[in-house]
């Protein structure tokens, strides 16, 4: 088939690489590849550590979508880190949040111990104060990496407008706006980050509650380390602020107090594209020749080699996961405005 993907972020990428391996013939058009939300995120592949009440299904993908990491990174050429994820609490009330995630996690079969302070600082010395904590086998992935490989593997097949006119099959996976008739599928949710460059990185990933400020702390190499993120609902242009900034250095700053010496390389913000239903978009829609691969909200890079798989699966006549049909949030075309479809 010949198939045209909008959108060169991690999730479009990974979906053109995938139909090339396959024998399609493919062309990406993005005007500005890599610069949404894959420019910025943390690259936490987290189905544990990210679980959230009444997210089963985005827990059950994520968990099928680690899998494939270690072999995916492998064909892409990019290191994965893979010292594991520390959740801590600073004080007494932050310490109940580790409790709820752990619990959370049983009862996604996901069993971890709650840990002293004195073992959570022996798994990671450079911890300040600490009330508690709990360690998850996560993983995480430089982000920057994977879309730079990935342009390296479709070299030649990127282009900033579309080189030739039809196509059998038009992916739409332009991030957190999608072109009409599409586009109120998805909100954007704001995410701020601070990239910082340590001598004292930490060696997990530390995600934490500091006076029941939400922060977390990746490491990549080199001793750089991401600090994020905020999550704001807002109308305006994702830029980061004052205020943002301000309340995730605060909080990293208590979790590790090296990172008061860190130099400040760069502060962005993007939109996280979110569905209603916190899901993604992965398959066909009414229009036999549109197809998505939007909305990963939280979840793009840990989600984008089994997206690649599922959309391919699909465009090749197999039938789509429900929990991502694109299918189930579009009114029919013969009923617009009418219930979703089943
Ligand atoms: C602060 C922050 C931290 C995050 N941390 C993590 C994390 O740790 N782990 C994780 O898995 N996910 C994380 N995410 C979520 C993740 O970044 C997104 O889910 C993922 O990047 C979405 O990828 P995408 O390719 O769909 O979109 P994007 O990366 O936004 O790419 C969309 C592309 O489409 C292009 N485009 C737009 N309109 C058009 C058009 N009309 N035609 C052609 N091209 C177009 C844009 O130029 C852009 O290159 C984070 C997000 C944020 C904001």
Redesign the pocket.
């Known amino acids: 088939m010949r198939v045209h993907v909008?959108?060169?972020?991690?999730?479009?990428?990974a979906c053109a690489d995938e139909l090339l391996a396959r024998g399609h013939d493919v062309v990406v058009?993005?005007?500005?590849?890599?610069?949404?939300?894959?420019?910025?995120?943390?690259?936490?592949?987290?189905p544990a550590a990210?679980a959230w009440h009444g997210e089963q299904d985005v827990h059950r993908l994520g968990v099928e979508s680690a899998r494939l990491w270690p072999t995916y990174a492998a064909r892409l050429d990019v290191p994965l880190h893979d010292h594991g994820t520390l959740l801590v609490g600073h004080d007494a009330d932050d310490r109940h949040d580790v409790r709820r995630q752990v619990a959370l996690l049983a009862g996604l079969g996901v069993v971890t111990d709650l840990l002293s302070p004195a073992q959570v600082r022996r798994l990671e010395p450079g911890l300040g104060r600490v009330s508690g904590g709990a360690r998850v086998d996560d993983r995480?992935v430089d982000?920057r990496a994977v879309v730079a490989a990935l342009l390296r593997r479709l070299a030649g097949r990127v282009h900033a407008r579309e080189p030739r006119p039809v196509a059998d099959a038009v992916v739409l996976?332009?991030?957190?706006?999608l072109?009409e008739p599409w586009t109120h599928l998805l909100r954007g949710v704001?995410?701020?980050?601070v990239r910082l460059h340590t001598s004292d990185p930490p060696r997990h990933v530390v995600r934490g509650w500091v006076a029941g400020e939400h922060v977390y702390v990746?490491p990549r190499e080199g001793g750089e380390v991401v600090v994020?993120?905020?999550v704001e609902e807002h109308d305006e242009p994702?830029v980061p602020t004052a205020g943002g900034v301000l309340r995730l250095l605060r909080a990293a700053r208590v979790l590790l107090p090296a990172l008061d010496r860190a130099e400040v390389l760069a502060c962005?913000?993007?939109?996280?594209?979110a569905t209603r239903d916190h899901l993604p978009l992965v398959g066909p829609t009414h229009d036999p020749r549109t197809w998505l691969?939007?909305g990963?909200?939280?979840?793009?890079?840990?989600?984008?080699p089994l997206t690649a798989r599922l959309l391919a699966d699909a465009l090749e006549g197999a039938a789509p996961d429900p929990a991502v049909d694109p299918r189930r949030l579009l009114a029919t075309p013969t009923a617009p405005g009418g219930p979703p479809c089943t």
């Open positions: 909008l959108g060169g972020g991690v999730v479009g990428l058009v993005d005007p500005a590849v890599g610069s949404g939300a894959s420019a910025v995120a943390a690259g936490m592949l987290s990210e995480s982000p996976a332009t991030g957190a706006r072109p704001r995410g701020e980050v990746v994020g993120a905020t994702p962005a913000a993007r939109d996280r594209p691969a939007a990963h909200f939280r979840h793009g890079v840990l989600l984008a």
